[in-house]
Each structure stands twice: as structure tokens, then as C-alpha cells.
């Protein structure tokens, strides 16, 4: 049985609903000949964790999951899974418990061949129905831009958030590839309309930190120096770059001891807040990172572990579980979940706080037939 996930876009928008505890209840649909039950994690609205199980007597081959209404799928939106089904053989599908049920959703509709399967269709019961109430704000977050190539993309980013209602847009980290001032003024250039009515906040990555950063160049092109933080909304928005380039040593050191001072500080005195952290590199063994069926092509340049400045983070990481950390850096795309069910979201299985990845907008990287590209 093949499994695979998608997002509905090339790049994440923040809605402040995002769900951080599964409850051990479960709710089962009645089983029928040709059926899709649904096994949900919690009863808490809009949360679509759980185990959705599709059962039909006379299909074989690949159907596509879609949230719908009125018997069709909803527009602006991929497939939520696809599986491969065995006539008369049931086959189960679990959805993390951080996916939410879009607003306009009535139903759960199985697609064969680019049509609805008319007798696979599960009704989400009103219980479930998201209602989240009048939104708050919304904010973009994106990644990996690496400006020396293809800076469309980036203003088509831009322009998408903008029309969606974005508050603001928070980029974490490698804005240029090569740390140069082109790139950086090229940067500026992009973002300067924006400035007024959409402001972007940005990181450096390890590409940006590459041979040191200079912190007073970093602010004349961003408008924002290395480490920084604001409140908005009563919530709390931290942002720690990247210090220079050091991987896979004893002595690595991407965060200074001086940055992670005032990140404890900063953490420390919001820790009654929901606080959204942008940190460019991921923790190994957890959300932003890959791994193959063949055990190879892990992506090598994860945040040393058992370093000073790593085990210090990590400790952070655990002990202030109000935060919602935002990394970047392995530009995996988001469908490659069907890999790794937490590499876009995780929640550390309650050892830390909830770790969300970011794919490149620029250099998405792919699992294709066994090989990466």
C-alpha cells in the first residue's frame, strides 16, 4: 500500500488555529461494503487527526482523497491522501493530528481516474464541522529564497500573501545563496513595496552566514538586525539567525552563546504567551527532515548534535512548550510527508515544543523514484 500527502500550495499561511493536543477518544463511523469510516484522535472541531479507513468490494488501483461538498471536491485544494485499494480488503490511512478540516468542507470523497467514486463518500459529522471562530490575523511564513535565482518566485509569494490578507510575512532564513550584497539588495528591492502594508521579517540562514555576518550590512538590507522580536496581537513573534556557516563538528557553533542568552531571556519573560520562533536549522531526528525507505539521503547538515549551542537550544526547545518554532533549511517539498508523517509539523511526541518545516520557494527538493533531486 502506497500512501502519499500534499499541501495545498507551494508555500505556508499561518491560520492562529493550530492544534497542539490529541485527546484519546475516538469516534468510529459504521463499517458498510463500500465505505469510508473515519477514526478521530479527538472531538475537538476542525481537527482531522485520526485513522480514515476505506473499504470496497470491487475496486483495485489508486483514489484520491478530497475534502468536498455536494458530492464534489473543493476548489484550491490538492488531495488530502492517496492510497492504493484491494477489492474486499480494507486499507487505513492516518492523518497527522495537526491537520485541520478546511471551512467549506461537508464531506470526505474518494476519487478514481479524476472522477468521484460515488459510493466512497464520507459525510464529516457537525461535531467535526471547523468552527474557529472570527480570525485574528493572519501571517506568511516562507523559506530558503536564495535570491540568485528565479526572485519571481519570491514576489509571486509575496503577491499570494498579500491577496490572502497577510498581516505580515516572516522568512526564515537563507534569503541570498551566497551571502552577497547583490543578492541583499536585491532583497530590499522586492520587499520595499510591501513595507507599509504588509512587512516582511527575515532571518539569516546558513547560506546568508557564510565566511560571518556583518550585522550592520545584514540591517541596511533587511531593516532588521540578527536577533529580534515583537508582539503582535498579544502573541509573540522571536527571531534568532544563523551566526556563520559550522556543521558536523565537535566545535560547531551556529548560535552564540550571546544569542542564546537573549533567546532564554526572551523566552523566559513571554512563557505565558503563545510565541512563534524563527530559527533556520532543524534539530535532527525531527520536524524538517527526511527519511528514505532505503534508510539513505538524510539530509547531512542538521544542527550538530551534542554540541554546546545544540544541546542548549534543544533544552529551550523542551522546556518553554508555548512555542510554535518555524525552521527551514532542507527545502523539502510538503508532500514528501508520505515519508515522514512529522516532517512538516511535529509536536515532539510531548518532549518539546511543536516544530513546524518550511519548504524552499525557489529549490523545493524532491524523492523521485529512489534518488534526490
Same mark, same amino acid.
Given at each position: 500500500?502506497?500512501?502519499?500527502?500534499?499541501?495545498?500550495?507551494?508555500?505556508?499561511?499561518?491560520?492562529?488555529?493550530?492544534?497542539?493536543?490529541?485527546?484519546?477518544?475516538?469516534?468510529?463511523?459504521?463499517?458498510?461494503?463500500?465505505?469510508?469510516?473515519?477514526?478521530?484522535?479527538?472531538?475537538?472541531?476542525?481537527?482531522?487527526?485520526?485513522?480514515?479507513?476505506?473499504?470496497?468490494?470491487?475496486?483495485?488501483?489508486?483514489?484520491?482523497?478530497?475534502?468536498?461538498?455536494?458530492?464534489?471536491?473543493?476548489?484550491?485544494?490538492?488531495?488530502?491522501?492517496?492510497?492504493?485499494?484491494?477489492?474486499?480488503?480494507?486499507?487505513?490511512?492516518?492523518?497527522?493530528?495537526?491537520?485541520?478540516?478546511?471551512?467549506?468542507?461537508?464531506?470526505?470523497?474518494?476519487?478514481?481516474?479524476?472522477?468521484?467514486?460515488?459510493?466512497?463518500?464520507?459525510?464529516?459529522?457537525?461535531?467535526?464541522?471547523?468552527?474557529?471562530?472570527?480570525?485574528?490575523?493572519?501571517?506568511?511564513?516562507?523559506?530558503?529564497?536564495?535570491?540568485?535565482?528565479?526572485?519571481?518566485?519570491?514576489?509571486?509569494?509575496?503577491?499570494?500573501?498579500?491577496?490572502?490578507?497577510?498581516?505580515?510575512?516572516?522568512?526564515?532564513?537563507?534569503?541570498?545563496?551566497?551571502?552577497?550584497?547583490?543578492?541583499?539588495?536585491?532583497?530590499?528591492? %522586492?520587499?520595499?513595496?510591501?513595507? +507599509?502594508?504588509?512587512?516582511? /521579517?527575515?532571518?539569516?540562514? @546558513?547560506? &546568508?552566514?557564510?565566511?560571518?555576518?556583518?550585522?550592520?550590512?545584514?540591517?541596511?538590507?533587511?531593516?532588521?538586525?540578527?536577533?529580534?522580536?515583537?508582539?503582535?496581537?498579544?502573541?509573540?513573534?522571536?527571531?534568532?539567525?544563523?551566526?556563520?556557516?559550522?556543521?558536523?563538528?565537535?566545535?560547531?557553533?551556529?548560535?552564540?552563546?550571546?544569542?542564546?542568552?537573549?533567546?532564554?531571556?526572551?523566552?523566559?519573560?513571554?512563557?505565558?504567551?503563545?510565541?512563534?520562533?524563527?530559527?533556520?536549522?532543524?534539530?535532527?531526528?525531527?520536524?524538517?527532515?527526511?527519511?528514505?525507505?532505503?534508510?539513505?539521503?538524510?539530509?547531512?547538515?542538521?544542527?550538530?548534535?551534542?554540541?554546546?549551542?545544540?544541546?542548549?537550544?534543544?533544552?529551550?526547545?523542551?522546556?518553554?512548550?508555548?512555542? %510554535?518554532?518555524?525552521?527551514?533549511? +532542507?527545502?523539502?517539498?510538503? /508532500?514528501?510527508?508520505?515519508? @515522514?508523517? &512529522?516532517?512538516?509539523?511535529?509536536?515532539?511526541?510531548?518532549?518539546?515544543?511543536?516544530?513546524?518545516?518550511?519548504?524552499?520557494?525557489?529549490?523545493?527538493?524532491?524523492?523521485?523514484?529512489?534518488?534526490?533531486?
Amino acid at each position: 500500500m502506497k500512501i502519499m500527502y500534499k499541501a495545498f500550495a507551494f508555500l505556508l499561511v499561518i491560520r492562529l488555529s493550530l492544534f497542539c493536543s490529541v485527546s484519546v477518544d475516538t469516534i468510529t463511523a459504521q463499517a458498510a461494503a463500500n465505505s469510508i469510516t473515519y477514526q478521530y484522535y479527538s472531538d475537538q472541531n476542525g481537527n482531522a487527526g485520526g485513522k480514515i479507513t476505506i473499504l470496497s468490494d470491487t475496486m483495485n488501483g489508486e483514489v484520491k482523497l478530497y475534502w468536498g461538498r455536494g458530492g464534489r471536491k473543493l476548489d484550491n485544494y490538492s488531495e488530502l491522501a492517496t492510497a492504493t485499494l484491494e477489492a474486499g480488503r480494507p486499507t487505513t490511512i492516518e492523518i497527522q493530528k495537526f491537520t485541520a478540516i478546511p471551512e467549506g468542507a461537508l464531506q470526505l470523497i474518494a476519487y478514481s481516474n479524476g472522477k468521484p467514486v460515488h459510493s466512497l463518500v464520507y459525510q464529516i459529522p457537525a461535531y467535526k464541522l471547523p468552527n474557529f471562530g472570527a480570525k485574528r490575523y493572519s501571517f506568511g511564513a516562507v523559506s530558503d529564497i536564495h535570491l540568485n535565482t528565479r526572485p519571481e518566485s519570491f514576489s509571486k509569494a509575496l503577491n499570494f500573501l498579500k491577496d490572502y490578507g497577510c498581516a505580515f510575512v516572516c522568512v526564515a532564513g537563507d534569503i541570498t545563496h551566497n551571502g552577497d550584497i547583490a543578492e541583499l539588495d536585491s532583497y530590499k528591492t %522586492i520587499v520595499s513595496p510591501y513595507s +507599509s502594508t504588509m512587512p516582511v /521579517y527575515a532571518i539569516a540562514g @546558513n547560506h &546568508d552566514a557564510q565566511g560571518g555576518i556583518d550585522e550592520n550590512l545584514w540591517e541596511m538590507y533587511t531593516g532588521h538586525g540578527l536577533c529580534y522580536a515583537f508582539d503582535y496581537c498579544e502573541d509573540r513573534f522571536v527571531f534568532i539567525s544563523t551566526s556563520k556557516w559550522d556543521f558536523q563538528s565537535p566545535s560547531s557553533e551556529i548560535l552564540t552563546k550571546e544569542q542564546l542568552d537573549w533567546l532564554e531571556k526572551e523566552l523566559e519573560a513571554n512563557k505565558g504567551k503563545r510565541v512563534y520562533l524563527f530559527q533556520h536549522v532543524f534539530l535532527n531526528n525531527t520536524c524538517g527532515n527526511i527519511y528514505y525507505p532505503d534508510g539513505n539521503g538524510v539530509y547531512e547538515l542538521w544542527f550538530t548534535e551534542g554540541t554546546a549551542d545544540e544541546k542548549r537550544f534543544r533544552n529551550l526547545m523542551s522546556k518553554y512548550r508555548n512555542l %510554535i518554532w518555524f525552521s527551514g533549511h +532542507s527545502h523539502w517539498k510538503f /508532500y514528501l510527508q508520505y515519508l @515522514n508523517r &512529522d516532517i512538516n509539523i511535529y509536536g515532539g511526541d510531548g518532549k518539546y515544543c511543536t516544530m513546524v518545516h518550511i519548504p524552499s520557494i525557489t529549490y523545493p527538493r524532491d524523492y523521485i523514484d529512489g534518488r534526490l533531486t
